[in-house]
Structures are given as C-alpha cells and as structure tokens.
C-alpha cells in the first residue's frame, strides 16, 4: 500500500456521525466501538438529545460535539465535557466538521431535511458520504450525485435495500442490469382491511413488524411513502430510470433487494434485519470485516415470502416512480409535504390516510421547475410545507 492510499484509508477511518442520538446514529456508534483497531469517532451532533452526548462524547474520545438545535445552545454550554472536545452550536458546527480535511467519512444519519446542505458538503469536500439520510438523495438527488462526481467523494447508500443492490450490482456491469427489486416489508398495515386505514392510531402506526426505527421512516414504512422515496433514492444512486425499478412485498424482511440481469440470473443479498450489517459495510467497503449482527440459521426452515404491491393499499408508492421520472423541483415538494404531513398525524391533528392525500395534493399543485438551484429547492420545501400546515380534509 502506498504513502498515499495509507493517509487516504487512515483519513477515512476518522468518521464524523451526523444524528449520533437516532436509531442509525447509536447503530453506527456500536459498529465503530466494535471495529476498534484504527476507527475513530471525530465528530458527532445531536439535535435535541443533549443529555446523551457527554456520555458519547467520553466513551469515544472525540475531539468534536455539535448540538444542532438552537434552542439546547444553553443547555449545551452547561455541559461538562473533557477539555479535549470543541463544542459546536447550530448547523454552522455540522458544516464545519462536513469539511474538516480530518475527517474522512461522514454519516449522515439525520432524519429530513435538515440532513441535506451537511450532505452537500460532505460531497463537496471529496469525502465518504455514508447516506442513511435518503431525503438528501430524494430532494437533491441530481446536484448531489453531481457534487460527488466534480469531487471524487464517494457515495455509500446505508439504506438496507440499496446497500443489498450496491452489493449486488458487483456481479455484472451497468448495461447488464435489467432490473432492480427493492423489497418492502410491507409495514404493521399489510394484512389490515383497506376501510380500516383512515381509524389507523399513532401507536398502530408505529408498531413496524419487522424494523426498530425512528419514528418518522416509522410513520413512512406504514404508508409506504419510505418505498416511494427508496424508489427515488434508487434512481439517483444507480443512475436508473424508474421503469427499471420494482417493488415487491416481502414481510420477512431477510432479501434486502435483488438485481436481476439481462441473462436472467437473480442476485440478492440476504441476512436478519439489523441495520448495523449496511451501516459496516459503508465504512468498510471495499472490505468487509466480522461483524456481531445474527446470522440466518440455515439448519431451520427459513420462510421467504414475496407478494406484488396493492397501489390502493398503498398509493403513496405511485408518487415514487412518478417523481423519480419528472426530477427537477417534485423531489423536494414531495419530502417537505410528506414530513411536514407526518409531523401532523404524529401531533393528532390529520388522519393516518391524510398524510397521503395532502402530500398527493400539494405535489400536484406544486409550480415545477425543471432544473432547479438549491435556493429554488429550499423556496419550494418551505412553499409545501406552508401549504400542508393549512391544509384540511
Ligand atoms: P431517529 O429519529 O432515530 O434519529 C434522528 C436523528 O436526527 C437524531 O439524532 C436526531 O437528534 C436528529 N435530528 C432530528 N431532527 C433534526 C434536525 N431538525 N436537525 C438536525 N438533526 C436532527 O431516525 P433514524 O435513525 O431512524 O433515521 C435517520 C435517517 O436514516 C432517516 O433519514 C431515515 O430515513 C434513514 N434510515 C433509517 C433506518 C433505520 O433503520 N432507522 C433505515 C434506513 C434509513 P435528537 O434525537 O438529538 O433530537
Ligand atoms: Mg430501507
């Protein structure tokens, strides 16, 4: 190995944890406790968890703590953290860490749109941006991927189902590809009587089968708008057109995705639903070390089933290859008007259906713009997220 790739893996093993206090952020705090040896952890953020991060702080020795969320700054200044870490307020301190030539990889494991411009630097400064944070992919999918490529930085999806398709496409080259299967648990409502869905509760909502999540991809596996926006985030990371990606349920959630190939032949990558496997394997690759997930116990009967999607059950998911086809200003409209329709059905103020319908209705009415700025990406998530705050059955 030369001088130079050594200084560029040391470089990359220095990870910066964006959303250290959500599921994929302790997720990826484990794997690197785990890896040992050389990984380190060089920066971390929480947003509104600032009790948690004194103990991560300690436990990783790290040099850099963020608190994005304005109104903890107070909180956070009363924190006693060792005289070797610099705390940093606001989003300001995530975009500096972003762009610290130290840090070599980045996580992105913010939840929404707030994960976007730290990704955007990320990209820009020829980092490992390891993406768990699709919505960056979803409402800026085309400059993203575009800043990656103008920067030599790499793009690691963590998401499990593109993680299984990174995986699999290693098998044959681009133009043997012929199609993409992304599977889809399904969620808690799979099996319900379609009538029933407008009477669905916050708590049915959040009863996932399969996942442990955070609570908004939680509410979006329900309606399968995390399908649509996979969709979308397929799209940009493998550089397909939508009508060369499916959809399948399958509620055991083991075959993260598949790829199947011009001969025919079917690859697929398989293991227990535990996020920490993706989440190592975007640090890691091109390697891959042990890892403590479970493994698939083939001495028992395995049962893998697969179903096709009902679109009236869930019409979330047409918005994703809509979407995924027209580019430009839809991607943003859909993530602001989707989250900001969570946002409200988890305050008990719209239906469980609602959260659809109004994200459909926003979209539609949505001034498109072809081959937006990031200025006009911002504008229009905030004209969406205006429109859902007044919106009503
Ligand atoms: P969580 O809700 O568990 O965690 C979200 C993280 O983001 C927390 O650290 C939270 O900080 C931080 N955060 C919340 N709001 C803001 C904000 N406005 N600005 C900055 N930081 C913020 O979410 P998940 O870990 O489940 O999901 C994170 C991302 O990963 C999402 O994009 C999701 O779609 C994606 N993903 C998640 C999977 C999973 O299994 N969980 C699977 C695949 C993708 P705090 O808690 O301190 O307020
Ligand atoms: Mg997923």
């Known amino acids: 190995m030369s001088q130079a790739e050594r200084s560029e893996n040391s470089s990359k093993s220095n990870v910066a944890v964006f959303g250290a206090s959500g599921s994929i952020g302790s997720g990826t705090l484990d794997v690197i406790r785990q890896l040992g040896g050389s ?3 060089s920066a971390l953020s929480v947003h509104s968890q600032v009790d ?53 990889t980045v996580v992105a494991a913010m939840v929404g749109a707030a994960g976007l411009e730290s990704s ?53 080259g681009p133009s043997e590809v012929q199609r993409i299967i992304l599977t889809a648990s399904g969620g808690p409502f799979r099996t319900w009587d379609k009538q029933r869905l407008a009477s669905a509760t916050i708590e049915d909502a959040l009863a996932h089968p399969t996942w442990q999540m955070g609570r908004k991809i939680t509410i979006d596996s329900a309606t399968m708008m995390n399908k649509a926006l996979e969709v979308i985030e397929a ?74 999607v009902d679109l009236e059950r869930y019409p979330a998911l047409q918005l994703g290859w809509e979407v995924a086809g027209r580019g430009g200003t839809s991607g943003a409209v859909l993530n602001a008007a989707n989250e900001a329709a969570v946002e409200r059905f988890l305050l008990g103020q719209i239906r469980f259906t609602d959260i659809v319908t109004a994200t459909q209705q926003v979209l539609k009415q949505h001034e498109f713009s072809s081959n937006p700025t990031l200025e006009e990406l911002m504008r229009q998530d905030r004209w969406a997220r205006m429109e859902i705050s007044r919106w009503t059955a």
Request: charged share 20%; aromatic share 6%.
């Open 39 to 41: 990984w380190r952890v």
């Open 52 to 104: 948690l991060l004194t103990s991560m702080v300690e436990q990783f020795s790290c040099p850099l703590a963020i608190v994005t969320d304005s109104e903890q700054a107070e909180k956070a200044r009363q924190l006693r953290l060792p005289s070797t870490t610099r705390l940093l307020l606001g989003y300001d301190g995530l975009l500096e860490a972003a762009a610290d030539p130290e840090i070599g």
């Open 120 to 172: 955007l630097v990320a990209a820009q400064s020829g980092k490992r941006l390891a993406l768990a944070n699709k919505e960056s992919l979803v409402i800026a999918g085309d400059l993203l991927t575009q800043t990656i490529n103008d920067s030599g930085g790499e793009l690691i999806p963590i998401d499990s189902e593109h993680s299984a398709i990174f995986q699999a496409l290693q098998s044959g």
């Open 235 to 308: 799209r940009w990371l493998f550089d397909l057109p939508p009508e060369k990606i499916e959809v399948v349920i399958h509620p055991q959630s083991i075959i993260h995705s598949m790829v199947e190939f011009v001969d025919g032949s079917v690859v697929a990558q398989l293991s227990p639903p535990d996020m920490r496997l993706p989440i190592q394997y975007a640090l890691t690759y091109p390697e891959r070390l042990p890892c403590p997930c479970p493994k698939i116990d083939w001495t028992q009967s395995v049962n893998l089933q697969w179903q096709s």
